[in-house]
């Protein structure tokens, strides 16, 4: 089956650390370029981050850059996302999702997402 | 940064209606605009890419329209599993609309 399943959200006080996991299944890893996108409670989509197919090439919205990285491993098919220093508005369901590249980036396959929840 | 505004932010609706959605860029986005699904507690999903193309698996009452920096999703036939929130994408910089709740009148 082709699909997404993230893992590692979780309770976090301010200033700490999470490493979220998306593993991939059903279709060619590294085929892909993989994003994470989060939502915070009742409110809409925004876009994180992004890292191409082969892991050289990754970019951040403004908000995480600095505190966030992303990376993959194309052998175990899996995606993650480091969270260094974070706050309260970093609280979100955050979802793993793949594009193609150039003008094919959109989302065609999303994971059910995992909770962050940043509170002291 | 690319903004994408949508309107309206509310839709109320019946079943059968034909409803529109509209989605205008702070410049031209060469048509690299996505439309996206969500239901409450659920992943989004893909309707509609570059602009106008369908998604496989997605019913054909939906469709998508326009050009440069400004864009539409119609519903043709509203139906109950279409009450949801619908975001527009634009897939240069990956920025999207906050979003239409499609609800029921």
């Known amino acids: 089956e082709v699909q997404l399943v993230e893992s590692g959200g979780g309770l976090i006080q301010p200033g700490g650390s999470l490493r979220l996991s998306c593993a991939a299944s059903g279709f060619t890893f590294s085929g892909h370029w993989l994003h994470w996108v989060r939502q915070s409670p009742g409110k809409g989509l925004v876009w994180v981050s992004r890292i191409n197919g082969d892991g050289s090439s990754t970019s951040y919205a403004d908000s995480v850059k600095g505190r966030f990285t992303i990376s993959r491993d194309n052998a175990e098919s899996t995606l993650y996302l480091q969270m260094n220093t974070l706050r309260v508005e970093d609280t979100a369901v955050y979802f793993c999702t793949r594009s193609f590249s150039y003008s094919r980036r959109y989302f065609d396959l999303w994971g059910r997402g995992t909770l962050v929840t940043v509170s002291s | 940064d690319i903004q994408m505004t949508q309107s309206p932010s509310t839709l109320s609706a019946t079943v059968g209606d034909r409803v529109t959605i509209t989605c205008r860029a702070s410049?031209?986005?060469?048509?690299?605009l996505a439309w996206y699904q969500q239901k409450p507690g659920k992943a989004p999903k893909l309707l509609i890419y570059k602009a106008s193309y369908l998604q496989s698996g997605v019913p054909s009452r939906f469709s998508g329209s326009g050009s440069g920096t400004e864009f539409t999703l119609t519903i043709s036939s509203l139906q109950p599993d279409d009450f949801a929130t619908y975001y527009c994408q634009q897939y240069d910089d990956y920025s999207f609309g906050q979003g239409t709740k499609l609800d029921v009148k």
């Open positions: 410049q031209s986005i060469h048509n690299w």
